[in-house]
């Protein structure tokens, strides 16, 4: 019996903040499998803000939206993927999908909640070890800075820092999530970067400068870190997002990056599929890290997937702590 499914299409190329009209949810019939295939049922989607970026330039209008999903077999020509067994995909933001069985990887749901595959035991976690230990190349005792500190790649950032014995100070948006940080994640320091002076709380929370500065947002918060760098300090580049939805009026850059001459501070961006070959030991670090309850995570979920556009906005304003995400079954 052929399924139901509704899947997100990209009306429009977003300008400035995306809004609900570029975005439609469209109704489609997914077939039974063939001899090979499965059909997947999608528990959660994941939402993220890189799909901005490919929303200005990959994505045109009429294309069918993807990214990270877990979801169940619901049918199945394919002895590699049995009825009731549970896949993660990048086949997201639709109900049901139909696959040979390419690209799908096994998850094991009783090990941890679904969700955490989208989450701490996925992407957005190996995005945080990753970035701080392989590109920020961090040194057990060090200083941290992370900005957007209460997503779901910063939280775990400042986290692993508090684990390996590092000082750590963290920015978020509102008084509430810098609450959070301090009580609930073991920050040493937080600020509102929307009232305080990045520059003067860096000097509160690391009176002695910042080994690494594990960047997401970019503007002022860049600005104040390279100038309270210390020698050698390291900068890896996760993501800018004060300027995705930048268009007529440009974010400005670092007027200060001279910063890093005379400290020989070092820049350097990455992209998460640099540590794919690390993902054995990334999932049992962490998944031992996460049994000890030595880290936490959060989740922010939306229902449904007449809700991915909210969702989606939601990161560019805040809405989120921890995972973003759109729960689907
Ligand atoms: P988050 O869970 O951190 O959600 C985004 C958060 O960013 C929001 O909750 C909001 O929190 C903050 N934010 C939004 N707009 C601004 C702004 N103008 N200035 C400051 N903060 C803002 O998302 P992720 O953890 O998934 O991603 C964090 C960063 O990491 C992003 O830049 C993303 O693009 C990047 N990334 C990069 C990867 C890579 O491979 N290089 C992989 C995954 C993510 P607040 O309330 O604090 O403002």
């Given at each position: 019996?052929?399924?139901?499914?509704?899947?997100?299409?990209?009306?429009?190329?977003?300008?400035?903040?995306?809004?609900?009209?570029?975005?439609?949810?469209?109704?489609?019939?997914?077939?039974?499998?063939?001899?090979?295939?499965?059909?997947?049922?999608?528990?959660?989607?994941?939402?993220?803000?890189?799909?901005?970026?490919?929303?200005?330039?990959?994505?045109?209008?009429?294309?069918?939206?993807?990214?990270?999903?877990?979801?169940?077999?619901?049918?199945?020509?394919?002895?590699?993927?049995?009825?009731?067994?549970?896949?993660?995909?990048?086949?997201?933001?639709?109900?049901?999908?139909?696959?040979?069985?390419?690209?799908?990887?096994?998850?094991?749901?009783?090990?941890?909640?679904?969700?955490?595959?989208?989450?701490?035991?996925?992407?957005?976690?190996?995005?945080?070890?990753?970035?701080?230990?392989?590109t920020g190349?961090?040194?057990?005792?060090?200083?941290?800075?992370?900005?957007?500190?209460?997503?779901?790649?910063?939280?775990?950032?400042?986290?692993?820092?508090?684990?390996?014995?590092?000082?750590?100070?963290?920015?978020?948006?509102?008084?509430?999530?810098?609450?959070?940080?301090?009580?609930?994640?073991?920050?040493?320091?937080?600020?509102?970067?929307?009232?305080?002076?990045?520059?003067?709380?860096?000097?509160?929370?690391?009176?002695?400068?910042?080994?690494?500065?594990?960047?997401?947002?970019?503007?002022?918060?860049?600005?104040?870190?390279?100038?309270?760098?210390?020698?050698?300090?390291r900068i890896p580049i996760?993501?800018?997002?004060?300027?995705?939805?930048?268009?007529?009026?440009?974010?400005?850059?670092?007027?200060?990056?001279?910063?890093?001459?005379?400290?020989?501070?070092q820049l350097r961006g990455f992209?998460?599929?640099?540590?794919?070959?690390?993902?054995?030991?990334?999932?049992?670090?962490?998944?031992?890290?996460?049994?000890?309850?030595?880290?936490?995570?959060?989740?922010?979920?939306?229902?449904?997937?007449?809700?991915?556009?909210?969702?989606?906005?939601?990161?560019?304003?805040?809405?989120?702590?921890?995972?973003?995400?759109?729960?689907?079954?």
């Amino acid at each position: 019996m052929p399924f139901t499914s509704r899947q997100v299409y990209l009306k429009s190329t977003p300008v400035g903040m995306p809004t609900d009209d570029d975005f439609e949810v469209r109704e489609e019939t997914i077939d039974d499998p063939s001899d090979g295939e499965v059909v997947v049922r999608n528990a959660y989607m994941s939402v993220d803000p890189y799909m901005r970026g490919q929303m200005r330039m990959n994505w045109k209008p009429g294309t069918a939206l993807v990214g990270g999903a877990v979801g169940e077999v619901v049918a199945s020509k394919n002895p590699d993927f049995p009825e009731g067994s549970h896949v993660n995909s990048n086949w997201g933001w639709r109900e049901y999908y139909n696959s040979d069985g390419r690209g799908l990887a096994p998850v094991d749901a009783s090990l941890a909640p679904l969700s955490t595959y989208l989450g701490i035991m996925g992407m957005p976690g190996l995005t945080a070890w990753g970035g701080l230990l392989i590109t920020g190349e961090y040194k057990d005792g060090e200083s941290v800075f992370v900005s957007a500190a209460s997503g779901a790649v910063g939280s775990v950032v400042g986290q692993i820092a508090k684990i390996k014995g590092g000082t750590v100070v963290g920015s978020a948006g509102s008084d509430e999530k810098v609450a959070h940080l301090v009580n609930e994640f073991g920050f040493d320091h937080a600020f509102n970067y929307k009232t305080a002076n990045p520059l003067d709380e860096l000097q509160k929370g690391a009176p002695d400068g910042i080994d690494v500065y594990f960047e997401n947002v970019g503007g002022e918060q860049l600005e104040a870190a390279l100038t309270h760098m210390r020698p050698y300090g390291r900068i890896p580049i996760c993501g800018m997002i004060a300027h995705y939805n930048d268009s007529d009026n440009p974010t400005p850059g670092p007027r200060n990056l001279t910063e890093t001459i005379y400290k020989f501070v070092q820049l350097r961006g990455f992209v998460v599929s640099a540590f794919n070959g690390q993902q054995a030991e990334f999932r049992q670090e962490m998944g031992g890290w996460i049994r000890d309850g030595r880290i936490r995570y959060q989740e922010t979920t939306f229902d449904g997937i007449d809700k991915a556009s909210a969702a989606f906005r939601g990161l560019f304003t805040g809405v989120n702590e921890g995972k973003m995400l759109v729960k689907l079954a």
